[in-house]
DNA sequence: CTGAAAGCGCTAACAA
DNA sequence: TTGTTAGCGCTTTCAG
């Protein structure tokens, strides 16, 4: 650091540091000629306000936590565009605390912002988050917190999702007039609202058309793509294996494709997919993959923008700042008849 | 904020502040019983210590900046994921800034940063940066920076690496070998360091080759998906149009196979495409993509190694802790004859 | 219109 | 071993 400080401008001025100060940030109660001349000077030596002098004394950072379980996924990264976008807008700063599905690890990046090292928190949880103590602790501090997508509903405060049962339901019924009558979702977790609620639309499409029970219809996948492939190709080398398959997340796209190629099952021939998906690559798959497309970017900018309601206005109700945002099923080739 | 402080830890417990602090910090001029006491009475209270205090005391933030044109790139991506692994280890906090390849943006970032407000800084320049001067002015202030992937070979300090040239003459020369004989390099800017190197290698294989300005080889996309598609498409539709396609960024690739499927191109037969990319989804392409995957993961971590050795010892020469790490060339179908 | 002084929370000399 | 004091840089009363 070693920068100059109000102090040197006002000792260059003959001013006081107060006088400096106000005239910086263009107090009426300074004369236009002072102005100009604390301006001037502070132009010169590319004078810089001490963030941390100024976040001591406001007790305010200007600045948002995103806690998330990922980057290298195209959902989570489009979602930060969103977050980046209003955050730059509004002159705040973004710190970015990745917690890889690890419980332990989300709790500590929480207990840290009691710090007041951030005035408020956009996450999404992770797949291992089922107690929400570390949450509250945190939520009762006055940290107002955002969730989008992987939401904690035990927190009252605003929650970004998409459609997530409907567009699940839509998805599966989809692959039912396909002509698919064995199906399989493919979850990521047992505690996880995302995961639920897309297998309870799952699983309502295939009670509306009598398919319930016919079949073993869930995996839950894990975080090791390497298991994963292996859990779905030992499920598609069972005699009753499915001919439909809706994947919750992106990631695991890849290991259906690859398990299916290494069995010689052919897409959509033998055995039908649609993936939970934002990857730009999804046209030029092979084949084509039919995707519930989330509005990725959008929500991350909602989830933004409920969140600045918060912090620059007083006694916002952010629980009626929630959203929810459809998805759209974009139909390709991986689900053609 | 409104937090427990160690002014109110000092009240209760009839200590000193300073006392206090030392206590937390474990010194040695504290005895072992009042250490336990003021441990127990923080735990109790749930005390955090003030980041911001500290930092005006220290004059350090703890805080390392991540400045890149973008995030929703595997490339990128990825690094984010090795910087962010030494970063929490090392205890210090990261704060993102995304240029979306502005020079402008570029300019009020660095400036900012003038301010104190990050210890170091990780950074990818724009496709338009070609001046340097707010480079320079941060540098000169003494906050190291350690560029990545995109460097900027004017500022005395450590640059990460792939081998682009040395990828890129493989890369060409594999196209080479598979009989393409009109080939073309699609780049993304004419003064990013990488793109030229890329595109050096590119043009040393046609000239060892024997093939140079047999063809217009070379394109310049931009940023927007839309009009780099059309640029392609257009060459594509020339009667003497390339049959050997070298894509010097990821993103590109979704626009050449978009163009060759509307002009009913086959890939590997009419044209052969490899790219630089670090796209997971490359294998189960249509058809699978030959890709130049550059060590990403690697890249992040180690430029924020070396950006933690210069911020934790003193008299640390950035310039040797440049680090060239090898892109491996993975030929899929794309490529084959 | 300008200045003096206090304090945000923490820490490092220096005293006791 | 513990306490006193001063100050990091900035802002905000309150006085002048």
Do not use: W
Request: aromatic letters at 6%; one cysteine or more; hydrophobic letters at 40%.
């Amino acid at each position: 650091m070693g920068n100059v400080t109000i102090k040197m401008l006002a000792k260059q001025l003959n001013l006081s540091t107060a006088a400096i100060s106000k005239a910086l940030k263009d107090s009426h109660e300074i004369s236009a000629a002072t102005k100009q001349r604390v301006l001037n000077l502070a132009n010169e030596l590319n004078y810089t306000p001490n963030p941390y002098a100024s976040s001591l004394r406001h007790r305010k950072s200007k600045t948002i936590a995103v806690v998330l379980p990922e980057v290298a996924d195209s959902f989570f990264s489009l979602a930060i565009n969103g977050i980046e976008a209003i955050a730059e807008e509004k002159g705040y700063h973004v710190l970015i605390y990745l917690t890889h599905e690890s419980f332990l690890r989300e709790q500590a990046i929480l207990k840290d912002f009691q710090s007041g090292r951030v005035d408020g928190v956009l996450m999404s949880i992770t797949a291992e988050t089922a107690t929400y103590q570390h949450i509250h602790a945190l939520h009762s501090k006055n940290v107002p917190i955002v969730f989008f997508d992987r939401v904690c509903d035990e927190i009252n405060t605003a929650v970004i999702t998409t459609n997530d049962y409907e567009s699940s339901y839509k998805a599966t019924q989809h692959l039912i007039d396909a002509g698919c009558k064995k199906l399989c979702f493919l979850s990521i977790s047992n505690s996880l609202s995302i995961s639920n609620k897309r297998k309870q639309g799952f699983l309502k499409a295939l009670a509306d058309n009598q398919l319930v029970a016919q079949f073993s219809n869930e995996i839950i996948c894990g975080n090791d793509s390497d298991s994963n492939y292996k859990l779905i190709k030992q499920m598609m080398q069972q005699k009753n294996r499915p001919n439909g398959i809706i994947a919750s997340v992106e990631k695991l796209t890849t290991d259906v494709y690859l398990a299916c190629k290494a069995l010689k099952l052919k897409i959509p021939k033998d055995v039908k997919v649609v993936s939970f998906s934002n990857l730009s690559a999804a046209t030029i798959l092979n084949p084509s993959l039919t995707t519930i497309t989330q509005p990725a970017f959008k929500m991350g900018k909602t989830a933004a923008t409920a969140l600045f309601k918060a912090l620059e206005k007083k006694n916002v109700v952010l629980k009626n700042e929630s959203q929810v945002i459809a998805s759209e099923l974009v139909v390709r080739e991986s689900t053609k008849n």
